[in-house]
């Protein structure tokens, strides 16, 4: 939706602040397709050399993820990097929490994947336990508006509840990918969903469009690890 159908939709609506406002950006942006960007638009958000790097790393992370390859992690971390800096300047601040912590779950995931680690064997692909599942739901479910609502009342961040909910879902699927629960898939496919209309609404064209192709990354590890999934667990039928 652009700025030009936000004042048409205003005075029917009353007095909006900028955060409502922003925030109809982001549900218009699921439901209208996006308007002609002009070259300067599109130079400036492509002008960054931290979403530039970041994307780069981002897409070559996903795919390696998807083989599940150690070298996710440390290419992630470069990923992780560049986009704290990038949400910083933008002032999506629960993204920052969500990077910070990520790159603590980065080299999490790279010690829990090593070789070493798993005496020169590979982490199998498993299902999140029903319990598991149970308790992660909940703490989405509570940690969400929480989190929504203290950066509403409290900072200047842009789509404060949008955010969190990408936050909330990210952390739960990076930290499910670095102990290769199968359902992490599930949630970034959420994740890429809600990014491409959050970062839209902020001008971050490259950045929505990485998280386009995420999306279709993200369905593709869904299939390629359930495969894996599925060959791993005949072993254990075969010796029953």
Request: aromatic letters at 14%; proline letters at 5%; charged letters at 10%.
């Amino acid at each position: 939706m652009a700025a030009a159908d936000i004042r048409i939709i205003q005075p029917i609506l009353g007095h909006t602040d900028v955060k409502t406002t922003q925030g109809l950006q982001v549900a218009a942006s699921f439901a209208w397709p996006a308007q002609p960007r002009s070259r300067t638009v599109w130079s400036s958000t492509l002008n960054n050399p931290y979403e530039i790097v970041g994307t780069a790393f981002g897409l070559l992370s996903v795919w390696l993820t998807i083989r599940k390859s150690v070298w996710c992690w440390p290419t992630g971390l470069v990923n992780v990097v560049c986009f704290f800096v990038m949400f910083c300047e933008v002032k999506l601040y629960a993204e920052l929490i969500t990077y910070a912590v990520f790159f603590g779950l980065g080299l999490y995931g790279w010690w829990k994947w090593s070789p070493g680690k798993n005496a020169h064997t590979e982490l199998p692909v498993t299902r999140t336990p029903h319990r598991l599942a149970a308790v992660l739901i909940a703490l989405g479910l509570v940690w969400t508006p929480i989190q929504g609502y203290c950066l509403h009342q409290y900072t200047d961040a842009a789509l404060p509840y949008w955010d969190s909910s990408i936050t909330v879902l990210s952390l739960l699927a990076q930290w499910m990918m670095a102990r290769k629960y199968l359902e992490n898939w599930l949630l970034w496919i959420a994740v890429d969903l809600l990014g491409i209309g959050v970062y839209q609404a902020k001008g971050l064209y490259a950045t929505a469009g990485l998280y386009a192709v995420f999306l279709i990354l993200a369905t593709s590890g869904l299939v390629t690890w359930w495969r894996a999934f599925a060959v791993e667990r005949k072993p254990d039928r075969a010796s029953i």
